[in-house]
């Protein structure tokens, strides 16, 4: 493909996701659903218009890392504070239940699997998919009505950071009890000694940070050092650590949610990625999609998974929510904010296609998932949020 092909490509996912966003926006849903419409329908499946490539995946990933590191920019430290005990008591619900209901719903499928066959660490690995969350699209859809810097919003994040970190740790235990030579106990060491890495090192850089801050306010050197420590952040999380990279980039982000210039720092951050990051990274999902060589009974097994996908979550995390003494109703928006499935999914899928325990015709199922709860979770917040304004109105 010629090198300049790209600028095309650009062009054409920028214009469909502001179009395709602003009709969402027109019909009172997120521009977020209108974006991975757009995605979908000038992808492979539909028109063809453009072709995933490595380049558009590179542009997505610089995307949700500016997402995730503005959304720590936003989160208020001392409402993280406060929600992180029940956020994790969230989070290992939110990763339990859908566990057991992907393992439940592949041995219902293709009958029960002996403990310590190769059939049962598929039907696991299938509920291991199914841990994995996303809040990116949730991110943006709370932005988008002001309810990010809430409890439940910040509740949602928290949850889903410690989600993530839990949902790795499963991951490796799984691929560990399948393959000897992996070494399951080392995954909990690199996460712990990345927490304390990011403990040590963010207090120092706060304190340059503040000094900085009251000795060059808003100057726009503030923002670009704010922008280098986030990939740094995300860089070492991958690399050092093997955490997920949009980790490190909301933790680099509430390193910097104190200091004074913080909304400042924030202000130009959404500037690229609301013009070009973002638009890549919601179209891309749509991109991902493929619809050939989809057999009836694939496709049977894909609707259950995607709706036992989205149950268990809202179920495993709005049940604890709702134990932890949140109002129903605020139970029911934690539940539907982490149901949402993205990027970490996708990582998650591959990783268990490298290693022999899921094969290629199952993607069709994740990339479903993907693009359901992308489309879904956006809307039922939105309903959520407006039933309860207008409950309060009456």
Known sequence: METYSIFKDLAIIIIFAKLFGILARKCKAPQVVGEIIAGLLIGPSLLGLVQQS?????MAEIGVVLLMFSAGLETNLKELMKTGPVALLIACSGVFVPLLGGALLYMGFYGMAPWGSEEFYKAVFMGVIMTATSVSITVQSLKEMGKLKGKVGTTILSAAIIDDVIGIIVLTFVIGFKN??????????????????????????????KKLDERYPHTQRIPI?????CFF????????????????AYVAGIVLCSIQDSSYIDRKMEVSSYIIFGPVFFASIGLKTSIDNVSAGLLLFSAGFVIVALITKIVGCGLMARLCRFRFQDSLKIGVGMMTRGEVALIVAQKGLSVGLLTPEYFTAVILLIIVSSISTPIILKLLYTKEKEGAVA
Request: charged content about 10%; aromatic content about 18%.
């Open 180 to 209: 000897p030579q992996s070494n399951p106990g080392s995954v909990v060491l690199s996460t712990v000694l990345f927490f304390i890495m990011a403990l040590v090192v963010g207090f120092i850089v706060f304190k340059v940070f």
């Open 233 to 248: 952040f995300a860089y070492a999380a991958e690399a050092y650590f093997g955490i997920a990279d949009i980790t490190g």
């Open 225 to 229: 050092l704010g922008l280098a420590l």
């Open 54 to 58: 490595d380049f558009l995946t590179r």
